[in-house]
C-alpha cells in the first residue's frame, strides 16, 4: 500500500480482518470499480482503503492520510463528514428516508426547489428559471435536459428540431445521451455506433489561443464558428449543450464568459434552447454561484449535481423556464414529460443539498473563495516557470497544470503518456494528497475547508508529482 502522511498510523484501528492487504483482495475478488482498467489496480494503480473522512482529509484503514485535492471528483464542498450535513441526513432518515415523487410530496423538495429557483442565474429581460426537476447524478440531469428540450419542441410543432449542438473536446456524463453530447474519444469512440450525432463546434478554449490572440478575441473567434453553424442549420436545432468556463474532464480548459453571452444571443436568435452543464462548475467552483452569471446570461436549462448535495448524496436537479413547462401543459398524456427515476427527489438527498445551502450563506462561502482563490494562485506560481509547465490556469477554486515536452510549442509528451500520469499520482499519494491527473493536465480543485496546512501540503505534493512526472520514461 502506498502510504502517505502517517500521523494516525500507530492508534488506528485495523477494521478488516487479516489486515488491509486481505481487505484489499477481498475487494478486488468482487468490486467492479469505476473509470478504471481493472488490471492496473493490481499493479501500477493501488486502491486506497478509505476508513473515513474529516475536512479536506481522507483517512485509510491503517491511519495514513491523504489530503482530497480533488474534493473526491469535484463534489465535496465544505469537507467530508461535515458535522451541519451529516446531522441534516441523520434527522431526515429517521422521519422520512424516501417515498415515491410521482404523484407525492415533501418538503425537504418543495424547499430546496424554492431556495434553487431564488439562486439561479437571472437575466434582465429574460423569463427566469422557475421549475426544478430532480434526478440522480449528473448524468441523469443530461438526459433530462436534452429529452425535455426536444420533446418541448415537438410539442410546440417544430417536429423538424431534432440536432443538439456540442462543443469540442467537451464533456457531459456516460450515459448514452449525456455521452452523445461528448467529444473525448477514451469514453465515446467504442459506443459510437450507440450514440447520437451532435453537431460539434470548436471549443473556446484559450489554451488554443492563436499568438497574441486574448482569451476574449479566441472565444468570440469560437462564437463565430458557432454562427456560422446556426445560420446553416438553425431551423433543424433544438439545443446547444455546454460547460460554462471550464471544460472540467476536458482537462480543465477554461474560456472566457464573451463566449457564453454571444451563445446565449444566438441562441435567442434562431430559436435554440441553451442547456448550461454546471454540474461541475456550480456552486462557488468559478468564483460565483454559477459561472453563467459571469456572463450575465441565463440558460433555458441549468443542470446541476455534484456539490448541490455538498458531495454527501447522489442528486441532480435541472432548472428550466415556464414557457418550457407550459409546452407540456395538456390534456394529452403522450405531450407530458414521463421520464423519471425511482429515488428523484429523495428527501434525504433534499435535506443534505438544504444543509450545504446553509452552509453558503452561514460562512458567506463565495466572498471567502475569493480570497482563498487567490491564496491558491499564489501557491501554484512557485510552479509556473518549471520548463515541465506549458501553461498554469485558474479559474475560481479550479487550478490546472498542462504538462509538456516542450514549452514553446506546448507539445505534450508522446512516451508513455499513462506511464508518466501515474507516476505523478503516486508520488503526490506518497507526499500525502490525491492528485488525479486527467492525461497531461494536474489539477487542484480541493474543498473550500483548506487551510495553510493543507496548502502547505498540496505544494508539496505538487512538487513531488511533477518531478516523478518528469522522471519517467
Excluded at 448514452?176 to 459510437?192: C, F, T
Excluded at 450514440?195 to 462564437?223: I, N, T, Y
Aim: a negative charge.
Amino acid at each position: 500500500m502506498i502510504r502517505g502522511m502517517n500521523e494516525n498510523a500507530s492508534i488506528a484501528p485495523m477494521l478488516a480482518e487479516g489486515g488491509v492487504e486481505a481487505f484489499l483482495a477481498r475487494d478486488l475478488a468482487v468490486v467492479w470499480h469505476p473509470c478504471t482498467q481493472m488490471r492496473e489496480h493490481r499493479g501500477e494503480l493501488p486502491l486506497l482503503p478509505v476508513r473515513r473522512g474529516r475536512g479536506a482529509w481522507l483517512e485509510g484503514l491503517d491511519g495514513t492520510r491523504w489530503l482530497d485535492a480533488i474534493s473526491s471528483w469535484w463534489t465535496n464542498l465544505f469537507g467530508h463528514a461535515h458535522p451541519h450535513i451529516a446531522a441534516a441526513i441523520g434527522a431526515q432518515a429517521a422521519e422520512l428516508e424516501h417515498v415515491i415523487y410521482a404523484g407525492f410530496a415533501h418538503e425537504p423538495g418543495l424547499r430546496l426547489a424554492e431556495r434553487l429557483v431564488a439562486l439561479a442565474p437571472r437575466e434582465p429581460g429574460r423569463a427566469p428559471l422557475r421549475r426544478v426537476f430532480y434526478g440522480e447524478n449528473g448524468s441523469a440531469a443530461i438526459e433530462i435536459a436534452l429529452k425535455m428540450s426536444f420533446h418541448a419542441h415537438q410539442n410546440a410543432g417544430q417536429a423538424q428540431r431534432t440536432r443538439f449542438v456540442a462543443l469540442e473536446n467537451g464533456y457531459h456524463g456516460e450515459t448514452l445521451g449525456a455521452l452523445a453530447m461528448s467529444d473525448i474519444p477514451l469514453y465515446r469512440r467504442i459506443y459510437a455506433p450507440l450514440l447520437l450525432e451532435p453537431r460539434l463546434v470548436p471549443s473556446p478554449d484559450a489554451f488554443h489561443a492563436a499568438p497574441g490572440e486574448s482569451p476574449e478575441a479566441c472565444a468570440r473567434r469560437a462564437a463565430a464558428a458557432l454562427a456560422a453553424l446556426f445560420e446553416r442549420e438553425g431551423e433543424t436545432l433544438a439545443a446547444l449543450v455546454l460547460e460554462p468556463l471550464v471544460q472540467c474532464a476536458g482537462g480543465m480548459r477554461m474560456h472566457h464568459p464573451a463566449y457564453l453571452a454571444e451563445a446565449r444571443t444566438l441562441c435567442d436568435r434562431f430559436g435554440v434552447h441553451l442547456i448550461a452543464d454546471e454540474i461541475a462548475v456550480g456552486f462557488g467552483r468559478t468564483g460565483t454561484l454559477f459561472a453563467c452569471e459571469q456572463a450575465g446570461i441565463a440558460p433555458d436549462f441549468l443542470c446541476l449535481s455534484k456539490g448541490l448535495s455538498g458531495g454527501a448524496l447522489p442528486l441532480s436537479a435541472v432548472l428550466t423556464t415556464e414557457a418550457v413547462f407550459e409546452a407540456f401543459w395538456s390534456e394529452d398524456r403522450s405531450r407530458a414529460f414521463l421520464h423519471s427515476h425511482s429515488f428523484a427527489g429523495n428527501p434525504v438527498a433534499c435535506a443534505a443539498a438544504n444543509a450545504t445551502l446553509d452552509l453558503f450563506e452561514s460562512t458567506h462561502a463565495i466572498e471567502a473563495n475569493r480570497a482563498l482563490s487567490a491564496r491558491l494562485g499564489h501557491a501554484a506560481a512557485r510552479f509556473a516557470d518549471r520548463p515541465l509547465v506549458g501553461d498554469l490556469r485558474q479559474t475560481g477554486m479550479i487550478l490546472a497544470f498542462e504538462l509538456v515536452e516542450d514549452r514553446r510549442s506546448r507539445r505534450p509528451h508522446a512516451d508513455h503518456p499513462r506511464r508518466r500520469a501515474l507516476a505523478a499520482y503516486r508520488a503526490g499519494l506518497a507526499a500525502g494528497a490525491v492528485l488525479r491527473p486527467l492525461g497531461n493536465v494536474l489539477y487542484w480543485m480541493p474543498p473550500y475547508c483548506i487551510g495553510e496546512e493543507e496548502i502547505a501540503v498540496l505544494e508539496r505534493a505538487t512538487a513531488a508529482a511533477l518531478e516523478a512526472y518528469a522522471r519517467c520514461a
